[in-house]
């Protein structure tokens, strides 16, 4: 068969489908739910008329302290974004030399604030079930230049954080979480962002709480926030006094005033989220070669994120063919995280970035597909995928 015969089939083929499934209009993988344009008006208003816009401005006062309440944490500093935020963690543990150990798969972020700090990150395998570090091939790479392991609490599941504590307790090393996707989980009861020295949080519009833009460092003492607080303000402790070399990382009043809002939205947020992450288990589940991801014990989820794994040998197609043709019905799915960080023309020369170091990264990156996720999303949309996930092999050649 000619190639052009072939192509002619498949698009026949999608025609087929797009007439059945085609979604009216493009549905993305995340989607900010956000506050009533009246209610951020009326915070609008104070602000304009205070003419109080950053610089620790009654918002950003007001929400750090509301946010550690619902948090359950003691010192919140608010940032903003986490990006800048996890560079700044770095600098207030002086982590600015040497190596630190991290995975491979994450968002380019949690590598970059290494090479910002000057530290070489040090790339380690993850675990198969959860995707977080493993934490069984973190101790055979510490070297006498590790400072610090940096995990990242992928998708909000929570990592094995007794048994990271307990190799850095053993090795005198810091660990300063990217715990960008976790707002609001808990383990055994407890905040998640209380593990490690300092955990990052993420604000960003595509995200589960967002502050437009906008990030936080939970710290465990109040010396340690005051710290962070001058090293987001350019190291500024007051008018003629600065404490070392900081950086502009402070959240505005907009954005701490939108945060404000999204603390009431966040638990019908969430709650929102759970139905629907259970409307696409029931109907994925059971699909050759689909991989769900369950809830774990002791967790309380807050479903940032819903990736399911696609093993090309039993479903019948590749992860990047099912991409495509998702997209072409409107259903924009993520690759969330690939390629690998380790993969990245920056670091790839890394002895620890060899991809026979990383296997169960490298086939988790190869498989995973984030499927849209957000409260507002319809049931029905949700179906429809799902529909679309169990014939897509069958349909199509
Ligand atoms: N560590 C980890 C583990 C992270 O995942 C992230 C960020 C960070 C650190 C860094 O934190 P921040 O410095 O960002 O606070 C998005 C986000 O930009 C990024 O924040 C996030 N992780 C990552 C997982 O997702 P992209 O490149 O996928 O974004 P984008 O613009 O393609 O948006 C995805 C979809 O969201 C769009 O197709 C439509 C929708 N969307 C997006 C925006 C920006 C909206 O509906 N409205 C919007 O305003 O990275």
Redesign the pocket.
């Known amino acids: 068969m000619s190639a052009s015969v072939r192509d002619h089939s498949r698009v026949t083929l999608a025609d087929d489908l797009i007439k059945q499934y085609r979604l009216p209009e493009a549905v993305?993988?995340?989607?900010?739910t956000m506050p009533s344009l009246a209610d951020y008006y009326k915070h609008l208003e104070r602000i304009w008329e205070s003419r109080w816009l950053t610089n620790a401005g009654q918002f950003e006062r007001e929400f750090e302290r509301r946010l550690a309440e619902y948090l359950g944490v003691e010192h919140v500093s608010l940032f903003c974004?986490?990006?800048i935020a996890?560079l700044v963690a770095l600098q207030a543990l002086r982590i600015n030399s040497g190596e630190v150990i991290t995975t491979p798969f994450?968002?380019p972020?949690?590598a970059h604030v290494l090479h910002w700090n000057n530290i070489r990150p040090v790339f380690c395998d993850i675990d198969e079930k959860t995707f977080n570090l493993d934490p069984h091939r973190i101790e055979q790479l510490i070297s006498p230049n590790t400072k610090a392991i940096l995990p990242?609490h992928v998708y909000g599941n929570p990592c094995d954080v007794e048994a990271i504590q307990s190799i850095a307790d053993r090795h005198g090393l810091h660990v300063i979480y990217?715990a960008?996707?976790t707002f609001g989980v808990q383990l055994n009861g407890r905040p998640l962002v209380e593990h490690g020295d300092i955990s990052m949080l993420?604000?960003?519009?595509?995200?589960l709480f967002s502050t437009l833009?906008?990030?936080a460092l939970v710290v465990k003492t109040e010396v340690q926030k005051t710290r962070i607080d001058f090293l987001k303000n350019f190291g500024i402790a007051d008018e003629e006094t600065v404490i070392g070399p900081g950086i502009n990382g402070k959240m505005n009043e907009l954005q701490a005033a939108y945060g404000l809002l999204q603390l009431e939205m966040i638990d019908d947020e969430i709650a929102n989220r759970a139905r629907l992450v259970n409307t696409y288990r029931d109907g994925l589940r059971e699909i050759p070669g689909i991989t769900v991801l369950d809830d774990m014990p002791d967790v309380k989820h807050n479903y940032a994120y819903f990736p399911i794994l696609v093993n090309p040998a039993s479903y019948g197609m590749t992860r990047d063919k099912l991409y495509t043709l998702l997209k072409e019905l409107n259903v924009?799915t993520?690759k969330?995280f690939y390629p690998l960080c380790s993969t990245y023309p920056c670091y790839s020369a890394l002895p620890s970035a060899d991809a026979g170091n990383l296997p169960v990264a490298q086939r988790v990156a190869e498989q995973v597909l984030c499927l849209p996720l957000y409260g507002t999303l319809e049931k029905s949309v949700v179906r429809t995928i799902c529909a679309l996930l169990n014939e897509l092999p069958t349909r199509v050649m």
């Open positions: 993305t993988v995340a989607r900010p974004n986490g990006t996890l994450t968002f972020a949690t990242v990217d960008a996707h993420s604000f960003h519009a595509t995200k833009e906008g990030g924009m993520r969330y």
